[in-house]
């Protein structure tokens, strides 16, 4: 399976930048990086997508390690709705495995 | 634009009761269709996927089944529900390759009880 390690939790403070972790040391060459975040009693919603190069978009940025084996997603500046869990996955085969993902608290 | 509509969004069924959930999409054609599984307080697990009419992949032997009897149609059965198949069941599509997003359905909330 496609395996991801993210950390369990995470704290940030409002308006302060937040940076989440992600390690994928199983990646291929061809696998996209992933990240969708659910907030509570939701679906997983999309928030980016890489391949090798950082990416930016109107929610978050990514950074890709140049080996591809880690990642980090970027939240410029957070606010109280980015409170979630936020999942990193790589898909292969046509088929995504989610794990168990990083529940970001934010302090007003 | 593209949609993806689940329903129902919550649904208490007794224990021994039968089960059907349904997803369809909207704007697309062909697309890979998924159905996720959250227990209270868990992750997210991958039940079935489909890459096209008829062609179904199990990832977890249960007491559940899908079909796809049409293009943008996937829907999740059981014959008899179980008290542990209680939980939050998420429906997606994407459009395949490894490059592709998923956009998840609003979900169904199932207690079996």
């Known amino acids: 399976d496609a395996k991801t390690t993210q950390p369990n939790s995470m704290e940030s403070n409002e308006e302060e930048p937040v940076h989440l972790p992600c390690n994928h040391s199983?990646?291929?060459?061809?696998?996209?990086i992933h990240w969708y975040r659910q907030l509570p009693s939701q679906g997983p919603e999309y928030v980016i997508h890489?391949?090798?190069s950082n990416v930016n978009n109107r929610m978050a940025s990514l950074a890709i390690a140049e080996d591809r084996k880690s990642s980090t997603l970027i939240l410029h500046r957070a606010t109280l709705r980015d409170a979630a869990v936020y999942y990193c996955m790589y898909g292969r085969d046509d088929k995504i495995i989610f794990g168990k993902g990083t529940r970001l608290h934010i302090l007003p | 634009s593209q949609t993806i509509h689940q329903w129902p969004a919550t649904l208490v069924q007794p224990v021994g009761s039968p089960l059907s959930l349904e997803c369809t999409v909207e704007?697309?054609?062909?697309?890979?269709l998924y159905w996720y599984r959250q227990a209270a307080g868990r992750g997210l697990q991958l039940l079935f996927y489909s890459i096209g009419i008829d062609q179904i992949s199990s990832e977890v032997p249960q007491n559940l089944s899908a079909s796809r009897p049409q293009d943008r149609q996937f829907i999740l059965s059981s014959k008899k529900l179980l008290l542990s198949d209680s939980g939050f069941y998420l429906c997606?599509?994407?459009?395949?390759?490894?490059?592709?997003?998923?956009?998840f359905g609003a979900g169904t909330r199932l207690t079996v009880v």
């Open positions: 199983t990646i291929s060459g061809t696998d996209y």
């Open positions: 704007g697309t054609s062909n697309p890979n």
């Open positions: 890489g391949l090798t």
């Open positions: 997606a599509w994407s459009v395949g390759g490894r490059g592709g997003g998923y956009t």
